[in-house]
Every structure is written in structure tokens, then in C-alpha cells.
């Protein structure tokens, strides 16, 4: 596993997900045009920590754009079934 790309993704998860959560609770303005951009930034860090695990240091320095697209989608190996 990756480590070091895993834990900076999961992060900037972590502080995107306190982003949210100071504006839901806090920002009056706060609408729902700036909760799905929230969100996509949310998913793309955690959907990059998953898709990216086994990834090279060097694939994950580099990151080319065919592996940013790859990584950034919602995982097709997560069941999220009952």
C-alpha cells in the first residue's frame, strides 16, 4: 500500500469534510451549489485514497492525468449493499 498518498488523501478529506461542516452549520449563504462542489472535492480525495492505494510512489508523484481520471471515480470494488 501507498501510505503516504493514502494519508495525504485522506487528509484533505478530513479537512474538506470540516470545510463542509463549519458552512452547513455556520454560513447562512451556504446553498447547494457550494455543498456539491464541497462534496465532489470531499469524494475525490477519498475515492483517490482507495483508487490509489496500490499505486507506485513515483505514479502518485507523477499522477497523470489518465491515472488523476482513473482514481478520482467512486470505487467499483466497494459493495455497499445491506
Same mark, same amino acid.
Given at each position: 500500500?501507498? /501510505?503516504?498518498?493514502?494519508?495525504?488523501?485522506?487528509?484533505?478529506? %478530513? %479537512?474538506?469534510?470540516?470545510?463542509?461542516? %463549519?458552512?452547513?452549520?455556520?454560513?447562512? +449563504?451556504?446553498?447547494?451549489?457550494?455543498? %456539491?462542489?464541497?462534496?465532489?472535492?470531499?469524494?475525490?480525495?477519498?475515492?483517490?485514497?482507495?483508487?490509489?492505494? @496500490? +499505486?507506485? @510512489?513515483?505514479? +502518485?508523484?507523477?499522477?497523470?492525468? /489518465?491515472?488523476?481520471? /482513473?482514481?478520482? @471515480?467512486?470505487?467499483?470494488?466497494?459493495?455497499?449493499?445491506?
Amino acid at each position: 500500500m501507498n /501510505k503516504p498518498y493514502v494519508i495525504y488523501n485522506l487528509e484533505e478529506a %478530513k %479537512k474538506q469534510l470540516d470545510h463542509i461542516l %463549519k458552512d452547513v452549520e455556520n454560513d447562512g +449563504s451556504y446553498d447547494f451549489g457550494a455543498y %456539491k462542489v464541497d462534496m465532489q472535492h470531499l469524494y475525490h480525495h477519498l475515492n483517490t485514497a482507495w483508487n490509489a492505494r @496500490q +499505486s507506485s @510512489q513515483e505514479e +502518485s508523484r507523477e499522477c497523470a492525468e /489518465k491515472d488523476f481520471e /482513473k482514481w478520482r @471515480q467512486f470505487p467499483g470494488d466497494i459493495y455497499m449493499g445491506i
